[in-house]
């Protein structure tokens, strides 16, 4: 009568061990397309942070130019139109 039992134990035993291999390797998985995930992502964010600063960069090139552009009306003597050709602040 024991072997039986023995026998159950052993199909029991077998089912565990792959439920605990496909467990680890969905893990791994896992672990590996949120590490990827998070190298992309690094990226993403570090190129937002240039083109950021390009942004500001662009701003204030934008108001030299509009600067330059009422000294150059005011010099034809458009002063007063100088508005309407800067509007867009």
Not at 2 to 31: C, N, V, W
Not at 60 to 78: P, S, T
């Amino acid at each position: 009568m024991p072997q039986p039992f023995y026998r159950l134990k052993m199909l029991k035993a077998e089912g565990t061990m792959e439920t605990t291999l496909y467990s680890i390797g969905l893990g791994g998985l896992i672990s590996a397309l949120l590490s990827i995930t998070a190298y992309f992502l690094h990226y993403l964010h570090r190129d937002f942070r240039e083109v950021q600063a390009h942004m500001i960069q662009l701003r204030a090139d934008l108001e030299i130019v509009k600067v330059d552009l009422e000294r150059v009306l005011r010099a034809f003597g458009l002063g007063g139109t100088a508005s309407r050709y800067l509007k867009g602040d």
